[in-house]
C-alpha cells in the first residue's frame, strides 16, 4: 500500500512538472489538480 501510494506521489509530481514545464501560467494551475 505504502508503495502505490509513493509511486501515486511521485507520478504526480512528474505530471506537475512536465504540467509546469509546458503551461507555466499560473491560472492553469488549479485545472492541473
Avoid: E, K, N, Q
Wanted: avoid cysteine; proline fraction near 6%.
Amino acid at each position: 500500500m505504502l508503495g502505490r501510494g509513493l509511486l501515486a506521489v511521485t507520478a504526480g509530481l512528474i505530471v506537475y512538472g512536465s504540467h509546469v514545464g509546458i503551461s507555466p501560467s499560473h491560472a492553469d494551475f488549479p485545472a492541473a489538480i
